[in-house]
């Protein structure tokens, strides 16, 4: 193995420790993963965030072939489609976080109801429509939202991120979990007030002046 397949390896087991950490895959419903040269570096099947461990890592190519005793995580498809679509994609992490669970349960996006949800890079995070776990049409939809989206809702699932390293896809699924929670919250006071078209116009120039975003 060298330097760099491990260095790779102990930062994906590093952010799935910590996404753990803040209850965002917990029991085996998450997975994270990394582009590694032609392949890809991935939790294995049925990982946890006290199992995983740098030598459970899968390295599996984007058909689905792998090497060695342990399966790749079931949504390796997913996976892959988003990092055959997006080349500047360098990581991608798969949760079941609470608040993202709740909203994606409606089938609707979460809203332009704050203006951080601009992060993600539009006026709402989109939400795709159900589809059986490690399906390729989930596969397929969810490469498609994350076009001009850095995260999307999976309908009565989850949610999925990218980024271009490991902790920047982890801190995007964490944000979105916040802002689903905050959402939610607000939703219970009433409809929350949306920000209008010429709002959205507004924090996109300022936050294009600002790079605000790169950093999540
Ligand atoms: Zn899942």
């Given amino acids: 193995m060298t330097e760099n397949e491990l260095k790779l390896r102990e930062e994906l087991v590093a952010q799935y420790q910590r996404m753990g950490q803040l209850g965002l895959n917990e029991l085996s419903s998450g997975n994270l993963s990394t582009r590694?040269?032609?392949?890809?570096?991935?939790?294995?099947?049925?990982?946890?965030?006290?199992?995983?461990?740098?030598?459970?890592?899968?390295?599996?190519?984007?058909?689905?072939?792998?090497?060695?005793?342990?399966?790749?995580?079931?949504?390796?498809?997913?996976?892959?489609?988003?990092?055959?679509?997006?080349?500047?994609?360098?990581?991608?992490?798969?949760?079941?976080?609470?608040?993202?669970?709740?909203?994606?349960?409606?089938?609707?996006?979460?809203?332009?109801?704050?203006?951080?949800?601009?992060?993600?890079?539009?006026?709402?995070?989109?939400?795709?429509?159900?589809?059986?776990?490690?399906?390729?049409?989930?596969?397929?939809?969810?490469?498609?939202?994350?076009?001009?989206?850095?995260?999307?809702?999976?309908g009565n699932h989850g949610m999925i991120a990218r980024g271009i390293h490991l902790k920047r896809a982890a801190n995007t699924a964490y944000r979105l979990e916040l802002m689903c929670r905050q959402y939610v919250l607000a939703s219970q006071l009433g409809t929350p007030a949306l920000l209008t078209d010429a709002e959205w116009e507004d924090f996109f120039a300022k936050a294009e002046e600002n790079q605000y975003g790169k950093g999540i």
């Fill in 36 to 154: 590694f040269g032609d392949n890809m570096l991935i939790s294995g099947n049925g990982a946890t965030s006290e199992s995983i461990a740098v030598d459970t890592i899968v390295e599996c190519s984007f058909d689905g072939d792998w090497e060695g005793p342990r399966k790749p995580s079931s949504e390796w498809r997913m996976h892959a489609a988003i990092y055959k679509q997006h080349e500047e994609v360098q990581a991608v992490v798969h949760t079941h976080s609470d608040y993202c669970v709740a909203l994606a349960s409606s089938l609707k996006p979460l809203p332009g109801f704050h203006y951080l949800v601009g992060v993600f890079g539009g006026s709402d995070v989109p939400c795709v429509p159900y589809s059986t776990f490690g399906s390729q049409s989930l596969a397929n939809d969810a490469a498609a939202a994350l076009t001009d989206r850095t995260a999307c809702l999976l």
